[in-house]
């Protein structure tokens, strides 16, 4: 089976520019996540959807960013307009666990930089 | 409101050493897991171990062994016969409700 796959692996743009991350999860999973690593905050995330609906979006840092999940098998973190503080690694993870109790699945992460 | 500590930023073990990483939480939930997670620098995220709150019984994945101490919330995790492919950053996870809330992570690295 395929893991949690995220496109673009790596994104260069420049401050002000629209940017959109992809996810699809693991076939089955009916919870996804958002977080984003960077070195001085380590993992955060940023949102959560159970069963395509978004749980909690505590973590998204600003109106800036904004996810949507418009089915089981696609997730998008857009950030518009973007500035170079948002530099970091973003990854998305899927689980088929209830509350919280199962593996989480990670994808290999989409390199954002900001210039 | 759930939290992660990891106290040690970097460690180093010499290869066929053991190391134990720790880690502490805190969580008002009453059903949780814990977990640790290995990073490596291809930076996919992997599964090390899982801990389930309400047993007793300290996991156990091969070489990879847990010390769950729950009255003093916490959850270190030993590495046995320390080899080369084990540096990598290693993070805890807390559990519940959703929420899988991650510490910051210590970085492993283990000497030839």
């Known amino acids: 089976d395929a893991g949690v796959i995220q496109s673009p692996r790596h994104e260069v743009t420049e401050m002000g520019q629209e940017v959109t991350l992809r996810c699809k999860p693991i076939s089955g999973h009916n919870s996804l996540f958002w977080y984003r690593q960077t070195m001085m905050r380590g993992l955060e995330l940023l949102i959560y959807?159970?069963?395509?609906?978004?749980?909690?979006d505590s973590g998204m840092p600003e109106d800036r960013f904004s996810a949507k999940m418009p089915n089981a098998s696609f997730s998008t973190l857009k950030i518009q307009p973007s500035e170079p503080r948002d530099s970091a690694v973003y990854f998305c993870a899927s689980s088929s666990g209830s509350g919280g109790t199962g593996e989480l699945f990670f994808g290999e992460g989409s390199r954002l930089t900001v210039l | 409101a759930q939290t992660v500590t990891q106290s040690q930023p970097e460690m180093s073990v010499q290869e066929a050493e053991t190391v134990t990483l720790s880690c502490t939480y805190d969580t008002s939930e009453n059903n949780y897991y814990l977990f640790w997670y290995k990073q490596p620098p291809s930076r996919q995220m992997i599964l090390v171990i899982r801990q389930e709150a309400y047993k007793q019984q300290n996991a156990t994945e091969n070489r990879f062994s847990v010390n769950f101490q729950k009255a003093a919330k916490s959850f270190s995790l030993k590495i046995s016969d320390s080899q080369l492919g084990d540096t990598a950053m290693y993070f805890c996870?807390?559990?519940?409700?959703?929420?899988?809330?991650f510490g910051t992570g210590t970085r492993l690295k283990v000497l030839a």
């Open positions: 996870a807390v559990s519940g409700t959703y929420k899988y809330i």
């Open positions: 959807f159970n069963n395509n609906v978004p749980i909690d």
